[in-house]
């Protein structure tokens, strides 16, 4: 059975830390990794990650795959208030087009002023 | 339209009622998918449309869980005889031909009571 970990399950840090948050699978089939920003009910694309070691980056996130090791890290510097959601990490099999994907339980993140 | 859309936002049922859930996907966007959330998890797949045609349901718990999308457009999500274990946070997602597009709903809480 395809298995998506996420650690830590949530974390309060204060608003300016950096932060990191893990994601590390166990699946069948493995296309890419997926991570997505959860506020209130509808997750937002952050990243896909195909290729090992390249980072992909927006604004003060940051994302890196490691396909040798079967995980991912997701990178949060100077947080915000407004970073405040669950992050969810999410695998797609290599099943062709569109796919059905394998989420973690997610990592709660909480800023505090 | 501009995004996906779903209503109910809010779902109460009585234990045993039937419900129906809909989903207006993204204008063109051929793949739909149905999630379902449940509190303090990561989303899991219920079930996947390509146009009209439903090619997979195999995240589908049981056979009370029926979902339809007979012009390839609007989705419903049927759940008959509800249960307590249905509570959850009901996801839907379109996507064009290719994942990196996967735009999901702000979804529908249902509660059984």
């Known amino acids: 059975e395809d298995k998506v970990v996420q650690s830590p399950l949530s974390l309060v840090v204060h608003e300016g830390d950096t932060v990191t948050l893990n994601c590390s699978y166990e699946v069948t089939n493995f296309r890419s990794l997926l991570w997505y920003k959860q506020e209130k009910k509808a997750p937002t694309f952050l990243f896909m990650l195909?290729?090992?070691?390249i980072e992909k980056k927006s604004g003060r996130l940051s994302s890196i795959l490691d396909k040798k090791e079967l995980f991912s890290i997701l990178n949060i510097t100077a947080t915000q208030t407004g970073d405040s959601a669950v992050y969810l990490c999410a695998s797609d099999p290599n099943t062709g087009t569109a796919s059905k994907l394998t989420f973690g339980t997610g990592t709660r993140l909480q800023v505090t002023l | 339209g501009a995004g996906v859309s779903q209503s109910p936002r809010y779902k109460v049922a009585k234990r045993g009622q039937d419900v129906a859930l809909r989903c207006d996907p993204i204008s063109g966007h051929v793949s739909l998918f149905w999630y379902q959330q449940a509190l303090g998890q990561g989303p899991e797949f219920l079930t996947y449309f390509q146009n009209e045609a439903q090619l997979d349901k195999s995240g589908l718990p049981s056979d009370r869980f029926f979902a339809e999308r007979p012009e390839g457009s609007v989705s419903t999500l049927k759940i008959q005889r509800t249960q307590q274990e249905d509570s959850a946070v009901y996801l839907c997602a379109s996507s064009p031909p290719w994942l990196y597009g996967y735009t999901f709903g702000s979804g529908t809480r249902l509660t059984v009571v």
């Open positions: 195909t290729s090992s070691g």
